[in-house]
């Protein structure tokens, strides 16, 4: 079954039909400005993530111009543009994947209720919005006693979210301690007592 592409006419396509087969690796060449990048991010690329999205009744991305694209997968996009070194940037956070996977575990997520411990699921539960403050909390009820808690949303599973990040490293992966090497625990500062800064502490009167 292949990755089906009928009337293709975004930017400089020029109403064009391709069959790609599926799992397997295609390259895809030609010269510059023959639609090569056009096809990829801005047919089989934005059209596989607006039906993806729209089996979970979500909405807002165009169709692209196309007349029909069939068997696509909810797919990624890896490109070549430069990418900031920021320590919370992972390969989730680059291909978007990290959104969707969020949006997973909110909606879908099981845990134990706090009341009964009956395992419950996100999708089964009662919901209820409440405005507090200015801001809307999410709840959910326990379908077997009725126990109300706080819905986890996909802050909760957002290490960028106070809700969801480690209370250790604050979402950054790593945490800095000062270990014994640094240094002395028997000697004061000016007598040495952190270690890389010995020799300059010591001519300090």
């Given at each position: 079954m292949n990755i089906e592409i009928n009337n293709a006419y975004e930017k400089n396509l020029k109403n064009i039909n391709v069959s790609i087969p599926r799992n397997k690796l295609t390259v895809i060449t030609g010269l510059s400005g023959s639609g090569k990048t056009t096809l990829l991010k801005d047919v089989i690329y934005i059209e596989s993530q607006r039906q993806y999205l729209?089996?979970?009744?979500?909405q807002g991305i165009p169709k692209p111009k196309v007349d029909e694209v069939k068997n696509l997968s909810p797919s990624i996009?890896?490109?070549?543009e430069?990418?900031?070194?920021n320590p919370r940037s992972?390969?989730?956070t680059k291909t978007d994947i990290y959104t969707d996977l969020r949006m997973i575990f909110e909606k879908l997520h099981q845990r134990r209720c706090p009341n009964c411990s009956s395992l419950i699921s996100a999708h089964e539960s009662r919901e209820e919005t409440e405005k507090i403050n200015g801001e809307f909390k999410v709840y959910m009820y326990c379908p077997d006693c009725d126990f109300r808690m706080k819905k986890l949303t996909r802050s909760h599973f957002s290490f960028n979210s106070e809700a969801g990040a480690c209370p250790t490293c604050k979402g950054m992966g790593k945490s800095l301690t000062i270990t014994d090497s640094l240094y002395r625990k028997d000697r004061q500062i000016t007598e040495g007592g952190v270690r890389i800064?010995?020799?300059t502490m010591q001519t300090i009167k």
């Open positions: 729209e089996t979970m009744n979500y996009l890896i490109d070549q430069d990418r900031n070194h992972t390969l989730g800064w010995q020799k």
